[in-house]
Structure formats: structure tokens, C-alpha cells
């Protein structure tokens, strides 16, 4: 699987927020690094993926309550 960059627009405002999906994030087997821009208007959570699929993504965050929608650039 290729390396690549993906990112999403998202609800995760707060550190509180960032703190609920940090353990399926960091568990995550196919993700390397991981970050929101709280600052941004949209919320942006960047995913370094080494193998995890969009899909994956938006479901590990769902699953915790929060919003979350892939951008394509």
C-alpha cells in the first residue's frame, strides 16, 4: 500500500474532543501520524495513512460521536 495524506473536515473543536478519538487514532493499525488544526474553521484532521483507507477513518471517528467528512483536494 502507498503512503498518502488524507484529510477531513470534522466537528472536533476542543482538546476535549481531540482526547475522545486519540486512542482509536493512535491504535489505528495504517496510520503513522495524526493531527487536528483546532485553529481552522473546518477542523481539519490530517491523516498520515501507511495502508488505512478513508473509510476507515470516518468510521473510527463516527464511532466515537463526531462528525467527519473526507476533503478532496
Same mark, same amino acid.
Given at each position: 500500500? =502507498?503512503? @498518502? !495524506? /488524507?484529510?477531513?473536515? !470534522? ?9 475522545? $478519538?486519540?486512542?482509536? /487514532? +493512535? ?5 503513522? *501520524?495524526?493531527?487536528? +488544526?483546532?485553529?481552522? @474553521? +473546518? @477542523?481539519? /484532521? !490530517?491523516?498520515?495513512? =501507511?495502508?488505512? !483507507? =478513508? =473509510?476507515?477513518?470516518? +468510521?473510527? $471517528?463516527? @464511532? %466515537?460521536?463526531? %462528525?467527519?467528512?473526507?476533503? *478532496?483536494?
Amino acid at each position: 500500500m =502507498e503512503n @498518502k !495524506t /488524507l484529510q477531513f473536515k !470534522t466537528n472536533l473543536n476542543c482538546g476535549g474532543c481531540v482526547a475522545a $478519538v486519540k486512542p482509536q /487514532l +493512535d491504535n489505528a493499525a495504517g496510520i503513522c *501520524h495524526w493531527s487536528v +488544526d483546532t485553529n481552522n @474553521k +473546518d @477542523k481539519v /484532521l !490530517t491523516v498520515h495513512s =501507511e495502508g488505512i !483507507t =478513508e =473509510e476507515q477513518v470516518v +468510521d473510527l $471517528v463516527e @464511532k %466515537k460521536g463526531f %462528525k467527519i467528512e473526507p476533503i *478532496h483536494n
